[in-house]
């Protein structure tokens, strides 16, 4: 690729290529290649002036490393048609300040046309909106801001003040273009915020000896006729057919229902449902990088149905003012019988500010989340979360570390503790839980093979996994499970190791070949450094009752309690204990959130008022819950999205006051004579726009200070 440097600092470089050689759709490629390279942090691309803008992490990174990169861009790839067909052509941005120069120009070079084409062109301007307030009238919409400004236009005509009827048709489109881009603007930021490619998928493969291997690569690499493994749990990430194994899919997200269907090979998957149960290797047909965008995009036009309650109220709150503005411009006119005041009363209104500041607020606020990492599936889900006075957490991966470790192994019936470790890794290595991953990140410490020789894992929620070994039941899972359910004779020291595990605060995992007990592990899991802080920050923001419900023994639940300061535990729970618990607050009154990360939390986050997910969760645990976190902010995200949530319905509401001050004070003016029908649009615009900038305003940057001053050891790891 042909590129110079155009400027560098340690973390940050500017890149300029060549436009002559590389096209747009070439550039977007290699933005899609250079993002998913570990060490960067954020790219952008500018398409008019050809450069790219990076930010990288120093620990990892070099400028010697980005040159690399930009070498390596060679033919092969910038020339691979299905590379290239895989990115998106990007658009040309739109200039607000060329349209309002183009709108400006083209409204006085019409004052200097002959008569007869300023009358034609000056009705082809004015008549659309004059329309438009009949047409509200028509539906009984009589107190609607249209019906404002046709009546302010038709009062000019009439007067033959043909000159403000143009001046203020000119003003309102010149409103309406910089509200449309305000909120097309916001709607395209959070759109970029939230869409990432670099989710990572098993692509399957062979070595050269023929075996089939796998190996995780991100989403943006997958091309057409690629072959992905997709398991219990987990999203399907492209549009495919299934070549081998079966699976039970939920395909709610495309066609709405909520029953789960059988894929075997042959049939055709989609990108965006979810894996439930079993196994299935997918040829691509379409990868699902494009869906993806349509997914997000999705979501942020259902984010606009779930609006929070201020939004609602300043909506409301609008259609009722619009009838004061006639009563006062009305009654201007019977007193004063000046139609120029008249129409200045007119020309301001309440509507467009209120309902273009109150969603404008709710986006940025997304916006703003999505870039502390925290990903939010519609506004009422932030405003819920400051309501709430319960938070329920899961405790694997949520309180406690994401990266519990294998502290021992207790081996019987014969077996040595490496041949129940291998045994216990290829069971565990199709799911993504952090026990899971515990166990399979010991046997490879540990150098041991595993190979697949087990028929169809199958995963029982909440209580392990059984399969077929060797023509024997082989089971891992929990005490419950392996003893209660599965009747599984007891080991003579158990009671001693459990008793050890207790006092020590780790979690067992036991298993079973059989009806044999055959190993046993001790999992040591802390509880994340921040827990107990942000706990306690919870508390002092009004939250009521912080409960942990986990499936771990009682020692693991009693340590993790301890640690945190959890107000209230409950272990050895089902998935069912959960929902049932948080059903029952709910019916007490109480606005509850459930924190998970694990396939068995998803019941739980679907039942809470607010579903929140960690940012390592299973695939099915993100898409069930309303709000997911990012894996590196871990609690703390929890504590920032309770404060945006208070922080956003307070910004709506002093909006909404000043707004009703800002506008009646010019309706005033007007009917005094200080400004004309047309200052007053010009003012009423002016001021819509700066109350919808107001709404773009970050707001946890507001707050920073003083929580990292209070409380600033509060909340950080």
Do not use: W
Not at 352 to 380: D, F, Q, R, T, Y
Not at 558 to 586: C, F, W
């Amino acid at each position: 690729m042909d590129f110079t440097v155009k400027h560098s600092l340690p973390g940050r470089i500017r890149i300029c290529y060549n436009k002559k050689t590389i096209t747009k759709r070439q550039a977007a490629l290699a933005y899609s290649l250079l993002s998913v390279q570990e060490g960067m942090t954020n790219i952008s691309v500018n398409y008019t002036t050809g450069s790219f803008l990076i930010y990288y992490d120093v620990k990892k990174l070099s400028e010697k490393h980005i040159r690399a990169y930009f070498m390596a861009l060679s033919d092969k790839y910038l020339n691979n048609q299905e590379m290239l067909e895989s990115v998106e052509e990007p658009k040309e941005q739109e200039s607000l300040l060329f349209d309002l120069a183009q709108m400006t120009f083209t409204h006085y070079f019409k004052m200097i046309l002959p008569l007869p084409v300023r009358l034609v062109l000056r009705a082809f301007s004015l008549g659309p909106r004059i329309i438009n307030g009949i047409e509200h009238l028509l539906k009984g919409e009589v107190f609607h801001s249209e019906v404002l400004d046709a009546t302010a236009i038709s009062m000019a005509l009439i007067t033959g003040d043909t000159r403000t009827a143009s001046n203020i048709n000119f003003l309102l489109n010149i409103g309406d273009t910089i509200e449309e881009f305000t909120k097309k603007k916001s709607y395209s930021d959070l759109a970029d915020r939230l869409i990432s490619q670099n989710d990572q998928v098993q692509l399957v493969g062979k070595s050269e000896n023929g075996e089939q291997t796998e190996k995780t690569v991100p989403l943006s690499m997958i091309k057409k006729g690629d072959i992905v493994a997709v398991r219990t749990g987990s999203v399907i990430p492209v549009d495919g057919s299934v070549i081998k194994g079966e699976a039970l899919v939920n395909q709610a997200t495309i066609t709405g229902e909520p029953l789960a269907v059988e894929k075997r090979e042959g049939n055709t998957v989609f990108a965006g449902t979810i894996l439930q149960e079993g196994e299935i290797f997918v040829e691509v047909r379409a990868t699902g990088s494009q869906t993806k965008v349509q997914n997000i995009l999705q979501m942020i036009d259902n984010s606009q149905n779930l609006k929070v309650s201020s939004q609602v109220r300043s909506e409301n709150l609008a259609n009722q003012l619009v009838k004061y503005n006639f009563l006062l411009s009305l009654a201007t006119f019977f007193v004063t019988g000046n139609i120029t005041k008249v129409m200045a009363t007119l020309m301001v209104d309440y509507s467009c500010a209120m309902k273009l500041a109150a969603p404008i607020a709710v986006l940025s606020a997304m916006k703003e989340a999505a870039g502390n990492g925290i990903l939010v599936k519609g506004g009422k889900f932030l405003e819920n979360a400051s309501l709430a006075d319960t938070v329920v957490f899961d405790k694997t991966g949520t309180l406690t570390h994401a990266s519990p470790k294998l502290a021992e192994i207790f081996a019987y019936g014969g077996h040595s503790k490496e041949e129940v470790l291998a045994i216990a890794a290829c069971l565990e290595e199709h799911f993504t839980h952090p026990i899971a991953t515990a166990i399979v990140k010991a046997a490879e410490e540990e150098k041991l093979l595993h190979p697949e020789e087990h028929a169809k894992v199958e995963y029982i929620v909440a209580h392990g996994i059984a399969t077929k070994l060797h023509g024997k039941k082989v089971l891992i899972g929990s005490r419950h499970f392996i003893f209660e359910d599965e009747k599984v004779s007891e080991s003579s020291d158990l009671s001693e190791i459990q008793k050890n595990a207790l006092e020590n605060g780790m979690s067992l995992l036991y298993l079973a070949e059989e009806k044999n007990l055959i190993g046993i592990f001790a999992i040591n899991d802390p509880v994340r450094k921040n827990a107990a802080k942000i706990i306690k920050a919870l508390h002092s923001s009004g939250i009521k009752n912080c409960v942990m419900i986990t499936g771990d023994d009682e020692g693991a639940a009693k340590n993790a309690a301890r640690l945190t300061k959890i107000d209230h535990y409950i272990s050895r729970a089902l998935p069912e204990d959960k929902v049932r618990y948080i059903e029952e607050e709910k019916k007490k009154g109480h606005k509850v959130i459930m924190i998970g990360d694990g396939i068995n939390d998803a019941p739980a986050l679907a039942a809470a008022d607010t579903g929140i997910a960690m940012g390592d969760c299973a695939d099915i645990t993100g898409e069930t819950a309303d709000i997911v976190l990012s894996a590196e902010d871990g609690l703390l995200g929890l504590y920032k999205t309770r404060i945006l949530g208070s922080l956003l319905m307070e910004k709506i509401d002093t909006n909404n006051r000043k707004i009703v001050a800002v506008n009646t004070s010019l309706m005033f003016l007007g009917l005094l004579g200080f400004v004309s029908p047309s200052i007053a649009a010009l003012l009423h615009n002016a001021s819509t726009i700066a109350f919808s900038l107001k709404a773009m305003q970050p707001l946890l940057p507001e707050v920073e200070p003083e929580v990292h001053n209070s409380r600033a050891t509060s909340i950080q790891e």
